[in-house]
C-alpha cells in the first residue's frame, strides 16, 4: 500500500529542496553578520569533491567523507575569511567569487584527480549504502511493501529532512541568542558593537565559516545523492541561485531560506515552460526584490506578527481552562 | 584613579587633532570635556576606546595600559561609551539593544546557546531581567519592544546610555548625549547623570550645553584647537579668560555663563 | 616569437583595460560595483557577430550596433536596477545583488537570442597581416590598440577638459555637494552608465575581432578581468585600469607560452584575491581612511 504512494521522482525533487534549503540557510548565516558570499559553488565543490575522491577512490565511509568535505570547507572558509576580514563588503563579495571560480578552474585543470571537465561518476549512493548496511543484518524493504529503489528514494529523503530539521532548530536558536545578537549588531554597525564589546573579527569569521561548512555540506550530500558531479555543477550560475533562494525568500529569518528554496526549487518542476527560463527569473527576481523588497519575501516583521500571534492564542487556550 | 591620559597626540594627515594632552580621572567624579567645535573632544574618546590609534602617548585605566587593546577589549576592561552622532542597532528591539550590550559580561558561545543549556537559559533571564531594569532606569521600559529606529531622537539618545550601562562599566564616556534634546529632557539627563554616577560609575561627558555641564560636572578640562587650554572646578573654568576667549572666537551657540 | 607574445599580451592587455574604464567610470561616479558590465560587453561583441557574419555587413556599422544596444542597455541597467535602490540608507550590497541579477539575466537571454556556444567573427581585416624581420602581426592587433589608445585619450580629454566631463567629476568627488552647486546629478549618473555601458560593447566587438569568438559565458570571465585590473590599478583610476590591463595581458600570454593555457583565467582571480589582501588600494590607489 505504501508503494504505491512512493513515487521516487517525487522523493527526488523533495531531496533537492532539502539540498537547496542548506544551501540558502549558508547564505543566511553569512549574511547574518552583514558578509555576502559569492563563493558558495566553490565551497560546495571543495565539499562534494572531497567525499566523492574519499569515498570512491579510497573506500572511506560514507560519514566520514561527508565529514571530510564539511571540515576542509570550514577550513577554506577560515582561510578566506580570516583576510576578507580587511575588506569592505562590495569587495569580499568578488573576493569570494574569484575564490569559487579559482576552485572551479583547479578542478577542470588537475584531471589526473578530478577527471577535469568529465566529472566523477558512480560515486556511492547514500541510499543505495544504507539499504547494503540493512540488508546485512538481514533487513528487506519488502516488509514495508516497498521496491528496493523506493525504499533508497525514501531513506535518502528521511535522512535529508532529519538534518535539515536539526540545521533549521540549530540556526533559529543561534539567532536568539548572544551569538545571534552578536552577528546582527555586526551587520547593523560594526564599530557600535565593538564599543560593546563584541568580537568582530572573531563573529566574522565565524559567521562566514558556518556558512562554508553549510555549503560544503551541502555540496558533499549533493554528490551522494546524485552520485555524479562535474564542474558544471558548481559554476557562477550556481552561486547566483544560492543567493536567489536566500534573497527571495528573505535573508534575515531562517524561514527566508526554507520558503525561497523550496518555492524556487518546485517552480520549474511544476511549471515545466519556465524551466528553460530559470536563471532569466532569477536574474529578475534580484533585481525587483532588490527594488522593492530587499529583505526577502519573509522578513523579520513577519514573523513578529507570527509570533505575537501565536503567544496571543496560547494565552487565550489557557484562559479558556 | 581611574583613567590617566598621558601625553596623547593625534594627527590626521596635516591636521593636529590632539596635541600632547594630559589629564585623568579619579573614582566616582564626573569630569566634563568641553571645547569649541572641531577642538578634539571626540577624537579624544576615540583615543580612549581605541577606535583610533593615537600618534604617540598612552591611556592608562586603574593602572593598566590599555593602549594597544581592541575596541572591544577595553569595553570588556569597564569603559563603555556613546557617540554624538546616535549610533544604535536601528533594527533591532529596544530591549535587545540593552542585552547585546551584556555581550562582554556573558558568556554562552554557540553550543550552549544551541543546546539551550541551563547555564545559557539562566544568563539570558538574567540579562533580560538586568535590561528591563536599565530601561526603566532611562525610562523606556514601556517602548521596549519597539525597534530602536522607531523612537524620538532624545529616547534614542537615552536608550544608547542604557545600551552601554548593560556592559557594566566602570567609565562610562558620554558623547554629547543632551545634543537635540529639549529643556526638559535635558533637565532629566542631568537626573539621569547624577544617578548614574551614584550607582558607583565614574563619568566622563562631552557637552556643549553649559548650564548642564556646569550643574553636573565636579570637574572640567577644557580643549581647544587639540590643546588642553584649562582643568578645574566650574566655577574657575567659568572666570577663566583663556576659555572665554576660545569660545568668543567661535560663534556665539556656545556660550560660557 | 617572444616579440610576437609581446605583441599578443599588449594587444590583450589594451582591450582588458578598456574593460576595466567602465567598472572605474561607474565604481568613480556611483561607487558600486556593476556586475552586469561583462554582460552587456557580451552583447556588444554579439553585435559583432551578427553585423559581419550573419548579415555580411561592413565592420564599422557593427560599432554603431553595438553603441547602439549597449547605450539601450544602460539606460534600463540606470532605470530598473540601479536608480530604484538610489536614496535607501540600509545596505551596499542591493545594488550590487541587483547588477548580479541583471547580469544572469542577460547572460541567458543573450544564449536564448544567439544560441550557446561560441560564434566566429568574420571581418575583411582577420587574416590580414605583415611581417617586419621574423615578426608576423596582425593589422586587428594594430587596430585594437589603435582604437584602445584613442578611447583612453578621449576619456581623459573628455574627464579632464570639458564641462560633462567636469560634473561627472564633480559628482564622483561628492554627489551632494555637486547636486549643490547646480549640477543634475540625475543626469550625470545616466550618461556615466550609459557611457560605460557604450565603452563596454566597444570593447566587445574588438573581442571578437581579437579572439574570433564570441560566446554568452564570455561576460564573466572578461568582467572578472576587468575587476581585476580595477582591483590591480585602484578604483576610479583610468591610468591605473590601463597599466593594470597590460599587466593582466601580459602575465596571461606568460602563463600560455609556459604552457599553463588551462589557468589563463585563473591569473585574474588570483590577482583579484592577492590584491584585495595586500593592497587593497590597489597600486596606484591612496589608502583613504
Ligand atoms: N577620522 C578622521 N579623519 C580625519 N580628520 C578627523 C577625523 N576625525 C576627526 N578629524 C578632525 O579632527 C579634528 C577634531 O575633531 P573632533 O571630532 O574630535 O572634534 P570635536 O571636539 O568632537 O568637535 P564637535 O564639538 O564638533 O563634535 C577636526 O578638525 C576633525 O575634522
Ligand atoms: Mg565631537
Redesign the pocket.
Known sequence: MLGELINPYYLQVASFILINIILGLSIYVTLASGQLSLGSAGFMAVGAYTTALLTTNFEVPLLVGILAGVMLAGIFGIIVGIPSLRLRGVFLAIATLGFGEIVRVFIVNTESLTKGAIGISGIPQLGREILDKLEVIGFDPEILGLKANQFTFLIVFILLLIIVIVLVCFFSRQKNSRVGRAFSAINMDEQAAASMGINVTYYKVLSFTQGAMLAGLAGALYAHVLSYISPADFTYHKAVEILTFSVFGGSEVVGGAIFGATFLTLLPETLRAISEYRYMIYGILLVVMMAYRPQGVIDEQMMRWFKRRKGRRQQHGTENK | MVLKINNISKQ??G?T?LSNVSFSITEGEILGLI??????????F?MITSV?APTSGDISFYDEQISGLKSHQITTKGICRTF?NIRLFPEMTVIENVMTGSHCRTKSGVWKSVFRTKSQKQEEKEIYDKAKQLLETVNLLKERETLGKNLAYGQQRRLEIARALASEPKLLLL??PAAGMNEQETVELHRLITKIRDMGITILL?E?DMPLVMKTCDRIVV?NF?KKIAEGEPKAIQSNPEVIKAYLGTEGDDDIA | MFLEQLINGITTGSIYAIVALGYTLVFGVLGIINMAHGEIFMFGAFMGVVITSTLGLPLWLAFVAAAVITAILGYLLERLALRPLRNRPDSHLAPLISTIGVSIFLENLADKLFGSGNHPVQNSLSEASFTIGSVNIYVVQIVIFCISIALMIALSYWLLKTKGGKALRATAENLETASLLGVNTKRVIMVTVVLASVIGGIAGILVGMAFSSVNPQMGLSFGLKGLAIIILGGMGNVKGAMVGGMILGLSETLVVALGYSGYRDAIAFIMIIVILLLRPQGLFGTKT?
Open positions: 590626521f594627515g591636521i587633532a571645547g569649541p567645535n572641531g577642538a578634539g573632544k571626540t577624537t579624544m576615540n583610533l554624538q558623547d554629547e562631552i556643549h580643549l587639540g | 581612511a
